[in-house]
């Protein structure tokens, strides 16, 4: 790493000694020791600009505080039927691991190739200002006509560091994704052609979208025991909000919109397509 990145680090430390005692607790919790590290994170993700870096993780930690993220963990969803029931409806899930040892995760994003776009956008903006340089690859798979079509238009306006990121692969992606990964880290929804990402059955731990997936039955058993100490509370649902998007993200969420918009009616319809 040469001087001028070494430089932008030690101003950036200098600027995060100053910041108020709550932003400190949650900064500490994000770097976990490593503080260096996680200010290179945020100084790539704005191209080494310090001012620019110290306003994301400033803006992150602020977004941390207002939605308790630094002890989503001590609270678990009780009864535990509940926690199923709101399990299922969430489909997200740990797969497995590549065979560089970085952790594969799974996201359904729904039927409609409309709520696709608006969760990409979602995700996709929470990931990118809040633990940036944390994702190697997003991989989208299982996509219909239309998302391809519509990704045609938008790759163009992404950021270069952004396109290197974001891969559409062919049908489940199965024969791709196996070059980085073995057969038993692969989401269930990659394993065979016209394996939907939508459906499960709960009894299916294979399923990396069931509460009776190791790494969610794992997950339910460490928030139990966090707040083992704590009080109780019982949640029917855990509200995360969605920070402001880049502006030139925005721009680009709008280009999707319209894509999809345009492509319906040329199709014949106003309320979206179903995949």
């Not at 001028?4 to 949650?26: K, N």
């Not at 294979?206 to 997950?219: G, I, M, N, Q, Y």
């Not at 460490?222 to 993200?249: C, F, N, R, W």
Request: a negative charge; glycine letters at 6%; one cysteine or more.
């Amino acid at each position: 790493m040469g001087a001028a990145a070494e430089d932008a680090v030690q101003q950036l430390g200098l600027l995060m000694d100053q910041v108020e005692a709550p932003l400190m607790r949650s900064f500490q919790n994000v770097h976990q020791g490593h503080p260096r590290e996680t200010m290179l994170r945020f100084l790539k993700a704005r191209e080494w600009n310090v001012s620019k870096a110290h306003k994301m993780l400033v803006e992150s930690l602020n977004w941390r505080i207002q939605n308790e993220i630094d002890s989503v963990l001590e609270r678990p969803i009780l009864p535990v039927d509940l926690y199923r029931s709101i399990r299922g409806s969430q489909l997200v899930g740990l797969s497995g691991y590549t065979k560089e040892g970085l952790p594969v995760f799974g996201i359904g994003v729904g039927q409609s190739t409309y709520d696709k776009a608006s969760m990409l956008s979602s995700i996709s903006t929470v990931d990118d200002l809040n633990y940036p340089e944390k994702s190697e690859t997003y991989y989208i798979v299982n996509v219909p006509y239309i998302f391809s079509a519509c990704w045609k238009v938008v790759k163009p306006l992404l950021q270069e560091r952004t396109k290197k990121k974001v891969k559409v692969l062919s049908g489940c992606g199965r024969d791709e994704l196996l070059q980085i990964m073995d057969y038993s880290s692969l989401p269930h929804f990659c394993r065979r052609e016209g394996s939907g990402s939508s459906k499960h059955s709960p009894a299916d731990v294979d399923d990396c979208f069931s509460p009776d997936h190791p790494f969610h039955k794992e997950l339910y058993g460490h928030t139990t025991e966090q707040s083992s100490h704590k009080e109780l509370l019982k949640m029917g649902s855990l509200h995360v909000s969605i920070p402001e998007p880049d502006p030139d993200d925005a721009k680009i969420v709008e280009v999707i919109e319209a894509e999809f918009h345009k492509m319906g009616r040329q199709n014949g319809s106003t309320n979206g397509h179903k995949v």
